[in-house]
């Protein structure tokens, strides 16, 4: 896998979550330069998933906890290339690219034999400076996603559904002001719109002449 | 109004309706989805032997789909063949025209195209998918009621 090989910056993580219905769902958030990862309690989120969904309709912005999966070790690329034949489903934008397989957050082994899980690589060329904060902000937004199309079948025009909705949203971060364009970014072109300057985001006008 | 072909029809008892001549003054026939496979095996003993032709269009919202067939006669040493148009009209609940793929081998793509963008079944066609949009495609393009998804592109890039 070219793709995410090649920039290995502290942005990249891997997001990865059960497909199937069978509801033990996880996720997991690994960022790339701490190895330390970020467990949740999934017995706990099993157990109140329906006390959950009573308690997300009282407190509105409360934001989905991403459910990652555990970390695997020794795993193994299948080399399973185009050229040999091999498939895998995925959604490739610019900012999302989403596989149906498991990437070792680390090796980049990339085992499309499991596709039941979903990765999840955001902004691999780096074009948004990310804090933890956003990040794990689109991360819920994907786990949202994902719960939403459970039993939807697993093509590639769902995963594109996935990704594009993760793009918009990605452009809502930006025009709100929660991300800013990299501006040390290998290629600068701005694709969500070119940089907005001369006001800021409190609602008013920055005086000029002062 | 009724050209020379129609008039042939006429003389066999072959069901078809007249829909008079487009710009050229080519004839344009309509025929019964049910009665097409016969029809156009009828027409290559005829003598169309090339089939120019073929596309789709989506009638009316809410209204038929069409299926539209230009047919040629080629014969040695002859500047102006005879060409004749055919439409036929499948409803948009359950389109099912029958493939002439066996009659003309050039409908190949030309069809399978038709099903992609319109959702036209052809009956009898040996290889009937999507061909120009992903095979996990939903929806039917050209369809008039047809809603694209709202899928993320880059139209922001200098």
Not at chain 2, 51 to 71: E, F, I, N, T
Not at chain 2, 97 to 110: E, G, H, N, T
Not at chain 2, 141 to 154: G, H
Request: net charge negative.
């Amino acid at each position: 896998m070219a793709a995410t090989s090649t920039y290995m910056a502290s942005t990249h993580f891997s997001m990865l979550g059960y497909w199937t219905t069978k509801g033990n769902k996880q996720l997991k958030r690994r960022n790339f330069l701490s190895v330390s990862a970020q467990q949740t309690e999934v017995e706990e989120v099993k157990v109140e998933k329906d006390e959950e969904k009573k308690e997300e309709k009282q407190e509105e912005q409360a934001m989905k906890q991403p459910r990652p999966v555990e970390p695997q070790i020794n795993v193994k690329s299948k080399n399973m290339s185009r050229e040999y034949g091999g498939q895998w489903l995925s959604s490739a934008t610019r900012h999302v690219r989403i596989y149906a397989a498991y990437i070792d957050p680390e090796t980049f082994a990339f085992d499309q034999t499991q596709m039941d899980k979903l990765t999840l690589i955001l902004d691999p060329t780096d074009e948004f400076v990310w804090t933890d904060d956003t990040c794990t902000k689109v991360y819920s937004y994907f786990q949202e996603l994902v719960d939403h199309y459970e039993g939807a079948p697993l093509t590639e025009y769902t995963l594109r559904l996935i990704g594009s909705d993760i793009e918009h949203y990605i452009r809502k971060l930006l025009y709100t002001g929660e991300i800013q364009y990299n501006m040390n970014a290998k290629v600068l072109n701005f694709s969500m719109g070119k940089p907005r300057v001369g006001f800021n985001y409190n609602g008013q006008m920055e005086d000029v002449n002062q | 109004m009724q050209g020379r072909l129609s008039a042939w029809l006429v003389k066999h008892g072959l069901i078809h309706r007249s829909l008079g001549f487009d710009y050229q003054g080519i004839e344009t026939l309509q025929i019964k989805p049910e009665d097409w496979h016969s029809i156009a095996v009828i027409f290559y003993v005829y003598g169309y032997n090339y089939l120019r032709s073929q596309c789709a269009y989506d009638v009316a919202p809410g209204g038929l789909l069409a299926s539209v067939y230009h047919l040629t006669r080629i014969e040695d040493g002859v500047d102006q063949p005879e060409e004749v148009c055919i439409k036929v009209f499948a409803s948009r609940r359950n389109p099912r025209i029958p493939s002439v793929f066996w009659v003309w081998k050039s409908v190949d793509f030309q069809e399978r195209e038709s099903y992609d963008m319109l959702g036209i079944s052809y009956d009898n066609h040996p290889r009937l998918k999507r061909i120009l949009m992903p095979e996990s495609w939903i929806g039917w393009p050209l369809r008039k009621d047809y809603i694209a998804p709202n899928f993320y592109e880059i139209q922001d890039a200098h």
